[in-house]
């Protein structure tokens, strides 16, 4: 990779190939757009420059903000540390509910506003005592090239990279992007392929091979976020069909996290997800096997804690984002020493990460 000071509004990137027609092909997505000279992409960001695919928004932000990691949502990675967050614009999805869609459907190049090259993000992240940091907010496949070189330098100075994504992304590009993660947190946005079409423009079946990918091919640490959509995809048919796949071909212990939509962008008419709705998900999932199920955007403690599949008892409660009550060591049980999943190589204290907007 590259070693820049200042951004780059055409950054070189690496998969994407000639058709007969003169056209550039991006080999990045499922999406393949087909681009003639000077044209952009679905996604906003990768465009067509000197006959190959560039990246425009290499060393640009939409903004910085510091988090708690268990807002992207990692509930078993580094629990009650901070993460530095920031996203670019632009998306290769065009999912109508989005909830970041200021910056996801962004196709204003001054939302790009903030400046930070890799070296800059990775030295901001150890002084602001974050853990790790999070390419989220629009998904990072899209900056990919920018992604893997802050996580490269972040390495450096032993801080630790985490990808919130969606998952659509062909298998070799997919395979060099988590090669540089240390975690992921992927969004399926339902379990049908008419889902995928009609509301998000895309297909379901590279998401699931991203999945299983990440599950059999790699060791990054992964947890998945299901966002229920009032009568889109929160049926008992579909969440049954879904948690069952889930079992069967991730396992018990991959973290699934369920969370409350709010009505935004393209779905305004739709009302809230009812925490009812929540907590039928996370029994359904339970009910098949899955040992860490979760509910998000709702108080509610008892979905949001952790709890010991082989004793039951509390490992870590949850209120919002407020950590209490821990009973994990070492990432074994407190009370019957069964080795829990995820990454717990910190102490975990109670308490509270506060959320601040940063300037890098």
């Known amino acids: 990779m590259q070693n820049l000071i200042t951004p780059l509004a055409h950054f070189p990137t690496e998969y994407w190939h000639q058709l007969d027609d003169g056209r550039i092909q991006c080999d990045l997505c499922p999406r393949a757009c087909k681009l003639r000279e000077g044209q952009q992409g679905l996604c906003f960001v990768r465009a067509c420059h000197n006959e190959q695919v560039v990246l425009t928004s290499y060393g640009r932000s939409s903004g910085f903000c510091i988090d708690p990691i268990e807002k992207k949502p990692l509930n078993h990675f580094v629990p009650g540390t901070s993460v530095l967050s920031f996203g670019t614009a632009g998306c290769n999805l065009a999912c109508k509910f989005c909830q970041n869609w200021d910056m996801s459907k962004s196709r204003e190049m001054d939302t790009l506003s903030d400046r930070a090259m890799p070296e800059q993000l990775a030295r901001a992240a150890v002084n602001s005592g974050c853990r790790s940091m999070a390419f989220t907010y629009n998904d990072p496949v899209i900056f990919m090239e920018y992604a893997c070189d802050v996580a490269d330098a972040g390495h450096e100075l032993g801080v630790k990279s985490v990808a919130v994504s969606a998952g659509y ?86 973290p699934l996290h369920f969370t409350s939509f709010h009505p935004d962008w393209k779905m305004r008419e739709h009302s809230l997800t009812p925490a009812s709705t929540l907590t039928r998900a996370r029994q359904i999932a339970m009910s098949k096997g899955l040992n860490y199920v979760y509910t998000g955007n709702v108080h509610d403690s008892e979905g949001g804690s952790s709890w010991c599949p082989g004793c039951g008892d509390r490992l870590i409660g949850r209120n919002w984002y407020k950590l209490q009550g821990i009973n994990i060591e070492g990432g074994e049980c407190g009370t019957c020493r069964q080795l829990i999943p995820g990454v717990f190589d910190h102490s975990i204290e109670e308490g509270e990460v506060i959320r601040r907007v940063v300037k890098i």
């Not at 992007?177 to 240390?182: G, K, T």
């Not at 947190?185 to 699931?208: Q, R």
Request: net charge negative; aromatic share 12%; hydrophobic share 35%.
């Open 169 to 254: 992304i062909c298998d070799q590009p997919r395979e060099k992007f988590f090669s540089y993660m240390d975690a992921t947190n992927i969004d399926p946005k339902a379990f049908t392929e008419s889902f995928y079409k009609k509301i998000c423009g895309g297909s379901l079946a590279p998401v699931l091979n991203t999945l299983k990918y990440l599950k059999e091919e790699t060791q990054v640490w992964f947890e998945i976020t299901t966002l229920l959509i009032p009568d889109e995809n929160d049926s008992d048919k579909e969440l049954h069909a879904m948690t069952e796949w889930i079992a069967d071909n991730l396992g018990p212990d991959v």
